[in-house]
């Protein structure tokens, strides 16, 4: 039994007759008659009484409620594999860093959802390092971060820039300063993020370049936190400018001489995935394409 036969089935019976279904599928009358005649040998019954004119047997009465379930069922699956195939439905796992996650991501998702919403997206927030390594596992489909280490087999496309600038109390000394070089950080109180994060690598290597020996400083574990920590007085830091809309409370901004410490990010996937196909692809040129105006 296949799907082509029940529909012959089916266009029988909304016709009530052999000739007018035939016609209706384009198919010779032979071919009809065949293809009931095989599916009523394969069940084992007599599904259509013929004569002058066409009728269910009891058995085709039952056959013929079941199998319209199975027709709609079946055009349903045809019709979602095929807006998968062209990348109208389907599945992505998209990981993303901080702040990309939180205060640019939020609202390009809600216009692509509009946009493709039979694409269902889970997201997967953390810092580049294990996001890379869940991509390369083949856990997620396609990671927003900085660039990742060299060697892996990953494939890094920049699209946009995230700027830092230093966030500071209102009232600390170096709020009166209209720029602020790395030498001018000895001896305060710098906030930084975890040993791992991307970013605290660059910062630490522009400072010990720049400033020499390394500073007081303070962890902090999420960059997205270290505006709070600033505000509360404990310290200065480095923070991404996309997110001090507005700037907190009783805290002042000052850019680094040079903009020595903004980071370069962008799409990565494996590099056996590249290109991306069907709703991953649709995703993956969408951000693209609203990452680079910004």
């Known amino acids: 039994m296949d799907f082509k036969t029940l529909i012959t089935f089916q266009t029988i019976v909304s016709t009530g007759s052999f000739n007018r279904a035939a016609e209706e599928l384009n198919y ?4 009809i008659t065949m293809q009931i005649q095989k599916l009523e040998s394969q069940l084992g019954v007599q599904l259509l009484e013929r004569g002058k004119g066409i009728s269910l047997t ?43 996650a939180s205060y640019r991501l939020p609202r390009l998702l ?4 509009s946009l493709y919403p039979k694409i269902e997206i889970s997201v997967d927030i953390a810092g580049t390092p294990v996001l890379t390594e869940r991509l390369l596992r083949g856990e997620l489909d396609m990671v927003l971060c900085s660039a ?21 109390p209102e009232d600390h000394p170096l709020a009166d300063l209209p720029e602020v070089t790395p030498d001018h950080l000895r001896g305060h109180r710098l906030l930084i993020t975890a040993v791992n994060c991307p970013y605290r690598k660059k910062l630490e290597s522009v ?7 390394p500073l007081n400083t303070m962890e902090v574990g999420s960059m997205t936190a270290l505006k ?12 991404p400018e996309s997110t001090l809309a507005p ?4 805290t002042a901004v000052r850019q680094l001489a040079g903009g020595a410490v903004d980071m370069a990010c962008g799409i990565a996937c494996r590099v056996a995935d590249y290109p991306l196909r069907s709703a991953s692809l649709r995703l993956y040129q969408f951000l693209k394409r609203e990452l680079s105006l910004r």
């Open 148 to 168: 990742p280490e060299l060697g892996k087999e990953l494939h890094f496309e920049p699209l946009f820039t995230e700027k830092f600038v230093l966030l500071m």
């Open 110 to 113: 809600q216009q692509f959802m």
């Open 207 to 213: 400072l010990q370049e720049f400033a020499g020996p």
């Open 247 to 250: 700037v907190p409370a009783g």
């Open 28 to 31: 010779a009358q032979s071919t």
């Open 58 to 100: 009891e058995a085709g009465r039952l056959f013929h409620e079941q199998s319209l379930l199975i027709v709609k069922d079946m055009e349903r699956l045809q019709s979602s594999l095929a807006e998968m195939k062209s990348g109208e439905a389907g599945n992505v796992r998209l990981g993303a860093t901080d702040p990309t």
């Open 228 to 239: 709070f920590y600033v505000e509360a007085g404990l310290g200065l830091a480095f923070v």
